[in-house]
């Protein structure tokens, strides 16, 4: 059995929220690369949400990195920030506009956690379990014509790096 190599990106960013907004979209756009379209929706409100609280909390500075990784049926996205803080889960009154992220994050994930890094800050994460690869779409194939056997046609696509 051929195991499947790990995927890895990884994003630099100050977390504006323009830039979080194209975050997004690389995540997404990565994640229908790798074939993971299911998963698409969870982690890009993960990072959203990651992103917003580095956005509205980090000090000194809202500079971050992003990281997705696929290793075997699990994906992984992070945010590392350079705030010592660690984030709280509050709860929210019913009419509070904010401070639901990381129950969000909690209840659209596997797992979620945070590793203090000392002076360097803080990372954190949260885990989705990826489909197993025969669960994944794959590229269709297509039936040969022609008393030669013609050439099948490829369909189109992505050019995000992979």
């Known amino acids: ?3 499947q190599p790990s995927r890895h990106c990884t994003v630099e960013l100050q977390a ?6 194209q ?14 379209d299911p998963l698409i929706d969870q982690a890009a409100l993960g990072v959203t949400e990651l992103l917003s609280n580095v956005h509205r909390h980090a000090e000194p500075d809202k500079e971050c990195t992003v990281e997705i990784e696929l290793l075997l049926d699990r994906l992984t996205v992070s945010v590392h920030d350079h705030d010592p803080r660690l984030p709280e889960v509050h709860e ?6 904010c401070g639901r992220g990381l129950a969000m994050v909690a209840a659209v994930s596997e797992s979620w956690g945070v590793c203090p ?4 800050g803080k990372t954190v994460w949260f885990t989705l379990p990826a489909p197993c690869p025969s ?8 039936p040969l014509y022609g008393a030669a056997g013609s050439a099948a ?7 995000v790096a992979g």
């Open 135 to 142: 669960a994944v779409a794959t590229v269709p194939s297509y």
């Open 117 to 120: 890094q000392g002076d360097a």
């Open 153 to 159: 046609k490829t369909p189109a696509r992505s050019a």
């Open 16 to 21: 504006l929220p323009s830039r979080i907004r």
């Open 92 to 97: 929210a009154d019913p009419f509070d506009t």
């Open 23 to 36: 975050v997004r979209r690389i995540v997404s756009a990565q994640l229908r690369y790798w074939h993971l």
């Open 1 to 3: 059995m051929i195991s």
